[in-house]
T-cell receptor, first 109, second 116 residues
Framework: GQNIDQPTEMTATEGAIVQINCTYQTSGFNGLFWYQQHAGEAPTFLSY??LDGLEEKGRFSSFLSRSKGYSYLLLKELQMKDSASYLC??????????WGAGTKLIIKP | GAVVSQHPSRVICKSGTSVKIECRSLDFQATTMFWYRQFPKQSLMLMATSNEGSKATYEQGVEKDKFLINHASLTLSTLTVTSAHPEDSSFYICSARVPGGRETQYFGPGTRLLVL
């Protein structure tokens, strides 16, 4: 079956760095997405990886290793507003988007 | 990024009534749109894939006669919750896929439905 695993919840301190991991097992691979979802709101697009390596976008970076079925989202200089759920999603061979359950990130002052 | 709007943002209705939710892609044409439902503190659940000019593809367990989807144009998909009941109360979110390239989905702001 198709499966995406990410931690349920993480806690970090304001100003610090946090890495949210995502592992996947899907039938084929056509890209991996990270979305941010604040409580009560719809998800917003953060990043897309289809080739191995690190994609940097401001304070957020996303890494992909296709051979390991692994990705991480790295958040630097954490701010209180970064408290949200972070969703990992993979596009399979049929271009279906398979969603992880999300990681709730709690930022403490 | 691409902009997707959704209307209404919030609706309260009586049990037994039907509710229509609109999803529009504002600055691009979306041949494919998606409808999700999300209960409090739970993950997104894909309900159906809406394809312009053809019938929607529903996920297992989603009643197609209860959740009517119409994708009449390249910028508009509608979801109608027919004969709504309190257990249909949820956060309904649509997304539209930008054609070509990354197949990125952009989400509308969501519609919070409360059925009394």
């Amino acid at each position: 079956g198709q499966n995406i695993d990410q931690p349920t919840e993480m806690t970090a301190t304001e100003g610090a760095i946090v890495q949210i991991n995502c592992t996947y097992q899907t039938s084929g691979f056509n890209g991996l997405f990270w979305y941010q979802q604040h409580a009560g709101e719809a998800p917003t697009f953060l990043s897309y990886n289809v080739l191995d390596g690190l994609e940097e976008k401001g304070r957020f970076s996303s890494f992909l290793s296709r051979s390991k079925g692994y990705s991480y989202l790295l958040l630097k200089e954490l701010q209180m507003k970064d408290s949200a759920s972070y969703l990992c999603a993979v596009t399979d061979s049929n271009y279906q988007l398979i969603w992880g359950a999300g990681t709730k990130l709690i930022i403490k002052p | 990024g691409a902009v997707v709007s959704q209307h209404p943002s919030r609706v309260i209705c009586k049990s037994g009534t039907s509710v229509k939710i609109e999803c529009r892609s504002l600055d691009f044409q979306a041949t494919t749109m998606f409808w999700y439902r999300q209960f409090p503190k739970q993950s997104l659940m894909l309900m159906a894939t809406s394809n312009e000019g053809s019938k929607a593809t529903y996920e297992q367990g989603v009643e197609k006669d209860k959740f009517l989807i119409n994708h009449a144009s390249l910028t508009l998909s509608t979801l109608t919750v027919t004969s709504a009941h309190p257990e249909d109360s949820s956060f309904y979110i649509c997304s539209a896929r930008v054609p070509g390239g990354r197949e990125t989905q952009y989400f509308g702001p969501g519609t919070r439905l409360l059925v009394l």
